[in-house]
C-alpha cells in the first residue's frame, strides 16, 4: 500500500469527517479511498475500445475453438 502526506483545504477536511461519519469509515485514509473509487467508476476513467477492436473481439468469440496437441501445430496454421 502507498502512503502520502496529503494538504486539504478545510471544506474537503470537514468534507471526508461527513463521508466518515455517513459511511461508518474510521480513518480518511479509507475516505479518500472510497471517494476516488466513486470517482473513478462515475467517470469511467478507461478508454473505451475501438469499434474495430470490438468487431474482432465478436468476431473471434464467435469461432469453433479449436485444440491443438503442441504450440508448433498452432504456429504451422498461422503461418
Same mark, same amino acid.
Given at each position: 500500500?502507498?502512503? &502520502?502526506?496529503?494538504?486539504?483545504? /478545510? ?9 466518515? &461519519? ?7 485514509? /479509507? &475516505? ?7 470517482? &473513478?467508476?462515475?467517470?469511467?476513467? /478507461? ?5 474495430? %477492436?470490438?468487431? @474482432?473481439? *465478436?468476431?473471434?468469440? *464467435?469461432? *469453433?475453438?479449436?485444440? %491443438? ?6 504456429? @504451422?496454421? %498461422?503461418?
Amino acid at each position: 500500500m502507498t502512503s &502520502a502526506i496529503v494538504n486539504l483545504t /478545510d471544506e474537503n477536511n470537514r468534507f471526508l469527517n461527513i463521508i466518515k &461519519a455517513h459511511f461508518g469509515i474510521k480513518n480518511k485514509s /479509507d &475516505a479518500i479511498n472510497l471517494v476516488v473509487q466513486r470517482f &473513478a467508476k462515475e467517470e469511467e476513467l /478507461d478508454p473505451p475500445l475501438r469499434p474495430e %477492436y470490438v468487431r @474482432k473481439l *465478436k468476431r473471434i468469440m *464467435k469461432e *469453433k475453438r479449436k485444440s %491443438y496437441g503442441s504450440l508448433s501445430e498452432m504456429l @504451422k496454421e %498461422y503461418e
